[in-house]
């Protein structure tokens, strides 16, 4: 495999160079040997692409067995595709991008991009995977009113200037833009990737311009859909992964039907990658994933239940977890989180209240919420001292970390909070101390949660003891996850707990969209940053200065010709993220307890647990885990 890539920027110089080199003749799949033998499956050496990702291991494994998991909803059946992590661009572990579904990308200025396929590729149901899947997507997909009204995804928008689309050959397309776009790469490698092909053989049969009209209208009566439209993209979800019949690239396929409670993903045949011995990935030749509520989670992974689990479960559940390791056949193992935060709160800034939206744009309310906070109780109280104190922002071991942004407004000084609340004019107060709002309504902030574990509250408990010493008083409200964001997006919420900052690790190549109004999903400025993302369609254009500061030079590091460049800008942001307190952070580098079956192996027992980039476990490449005990391995075979 060879990469050739000449850009401007950095971190896309940062891709390897390796030469195809020799590797065992391929092994059949224990689990495929009678398919094949019968005819009804081609051998493994015909399943291969031509030039397959070789993965070089240091304990490379054996074909063979089920590795379990537990999920709290039956739609985290998306969550295999961030676990399998195949895409055409991944991160190792070391968070350098790589390409992995692609052969090679050519880059040029940073703004030619050209994406080569591995010749012999295919879907997981033996199609040819080539250019007319990116052509299907860009044509008749991404730019098509009918399936996407808003238009193509904003990765493809630079400076207000579609990509240019072109198929070179059967395995060669490229993107291309005026301006550089240091975006479109990492949104390839994403743990929610930006999916620019689609299986246009499997696709097609839904679509207006390529269907018989009248099997598509019996197929959108029978569906109970309203439109042709509607049933495409109900079938066309690679990331929610809910459709068993749409092929995938990924390591396993869905096998069971939603909605259920226990999902089996059985092996691709036609996966792209092999380890130095010939043997096609992955090792395991099926996950099956059973569904628990959120609090059951714990007690199913303590009960030996799961072979590798972190989701559902919580540092609070790691002493009861290590006191089961001594029963079961699991370890405990303790990752590093990578996030800004591992909580923060989030004041909305576009909360429908006309009073209370002016108290959560002004900063000063905003310092005094995070003054009258006591980090220290929590980190004592809550997780024995082990987490790192302050804001919401970088960690000490990224390089832009300057110790002033995570103890900007972060000591517990209840004495200016009062002051600050105080010269706001908030200065009237009820029988119980309550501070009055400029209308005469007590000053009662509901901080809403997703509901999902009793962290969160036990956290708030403690906030709410210090914030009554400032006249405020905390009520806590739970919901299911969709309802939160779903509050937080209408306005209806004052403010929120959630985790910070995604990626608390950058440096100055890292893409700094994070610490400006660009998304939605941020829960501190939902409508700014969907104003951002729908490019103006929808949402609410931010009207704080240092918001726009933030938009501008988000925008203006996509543009920077140096790394001394995108560092100031990045000390910017953090500076005004920093002093404006648009989220108040709590606490970060949190471990995350991370539970093996002690058979199965490839798991590190130190790594890093984040979502993007990272995708949980998808940088160290389960496809690669495998048991070492023979039993396991011949199990339902």
């Known amino acids: 495999m060879t990469i050739r890539a000449a850009t401007l920027f950095t971190f896309l110089s940062a891709f390897c160079t390796a030469a195809t080199a020799q590797v065992a003749a391929p092994v059949e799949t224990p689990l495929f040997a009678k398919d094949v033998a019968a005819g009804k499956l081609s051998p493994v050496s015909a399943r291969l692409p031509q030039n397959p990702r070789i993965v070089r291991l240091e304990y490379p494994g054996w074909h063979g067995g089920t590795m379990r998991v537990v999920f709290g909803r039956s739609k985290d059946t998306r969550i295999m595709v961030v676990y399998g992590y195949a895409r055409l661009m991944t991160y190792d572990a070391k968070y350098q991008l790589q390409p992995d579904i692609l052969a090679g990308v050519d880059v040029q200025q940073g703004r030619v991009f050209t994406l080569r396929l591995r010749e012999g590729h295919r879907w997981s149901d033996g199609t040819p995977f080539t250019s007319e899947d ?88 029978q569906s109970g859909r309203r439109n042709w439209a509607a049933l495409h993209n109900r079938r066309d979800n690679q990331y929610k992964n809910d459709n068993p019949k749409l092929p995938t690239l990924q390591p396993w396929v869905l096998r069971t039907k939603p909605p259920a409670q226990r999902f089996i993903f059985e092996r691709n045949p036609y996966y792209h990658r092999i380890d130095q011995n010939g043997r096609q990935l992955p090792y395991a030749d099926r996950v099956a994933m059973s569904v628990a509520a959120a609090g059951v989670i714990p007690l199913k992974t303590g009960a030996g239940e799961s072979d590798f689990q972190a989701r559902g479960i919580a540092f609070n559940n790691y002493t009861f977890l290590k006191e089961a390791e001594k029963r079961e056949n699991f370890r405990v193992h303790l990752w590093q989180t990578a996030k800004g935060a591992h909580l923060a709160l989030f004041p909305n800034m576009n909360v429908k209240d006309d009073v209370w939206r002016k108290l959560m744009r002004d900063v000063k309310f905003r310092r005094a919420l995070s003054l009258a906070i006591n980090r220290h109780e ?260």
């Open 378 to 637: 929590i980190n004592q109280v809550i997780y024995y001292g082990l987490a790192l104190e302050g804001q919401n922002t970088v960690l000490p071991q990224s390089p832009l970390y300057k110790k002033e942004y995570r103890d900007a407004w972060a000591r517990f000084d209840l004495k200016q909070a009062n002051e600050l609340l105080d010269g706001l004019g908030l200065t009237e107060r009820d029988s119980r101390g309550v501070r009055l709002l400029p209308d005469g309504r007590p000053m009662e902030i509901i901080v809403e949660t997703a509901g999902e574990d009793t962290e969160q509250t036990d956290v708030l408990e403690l906030i709410h003891d210090s914030w009554l010493t400032a006249g405020i008083k905390l009520f806590t409200r739970p919901s299911q996850r969709e309802v939160f964001r779903n509050r937080i997006f209408a306005g209806e919420t004052l403010v929120s707990i959630w985790s910070g900052h995604e990626f608390g690790l950058p440096n100055a190549n890292t893409i700094p969209k994070e610490f400006a109004p660009t998304d939605q999903l941020q829960l501190q400025w939902p409508k700014w940053g969907q104003f951002f993302q729908t490019r103006a369609r929808a949402g609410e254009r931010p009207s704080d200065g240092y918001a726009l500061e933030l938009l501008k030079l988000n925008r203006a590091w996509g543009y920077a010709r140096s790394n001394a460049e995108r560092r100031d800008i990045w000390e910017r942001m953090l500076e005004i993220n920093a002093d404006q307190i648009y989220s108040i952070g709590l606490v970060g580098a949190v471990p995350q307890p991370i539970v093996v079956n002690r058979n199965l192996r490839n798991v590190p027992e130190k790594g890093i647990f984040n979502w993007n980039p990272g995708a949980h476990f998808g940088v160290y490449m389960p496809d690669t885990f495998w048991f070492d005990n023979v039993d396991r391995r011949q199990a339902n075979r």
């Open 134 to 221: 990116f052509r299907y997507w860009w044509e008749d997909v991404a730019n098509h009113k009918k399936l996407s009204p808003l238009g193509a995804p904003k990765q493809m928008v630079i400076a207000g200037e579609l990509a240019k689309f072109e198929v070179i050959d059967d395995h060669t397309v490229r993107f291309s833009w005026n301006s550089p776009n240091p975006h479109f790469l990492p949104a390839l490698a994403s743990a929610t990737p930006l999916y620019i092909y689609r299986p246009a053989h499997y696709l097609k049969q839904f679509h207006t311009d390529y269907a018989d009209a009248e099997k598509l209208a019996a197929m959108v009566k």
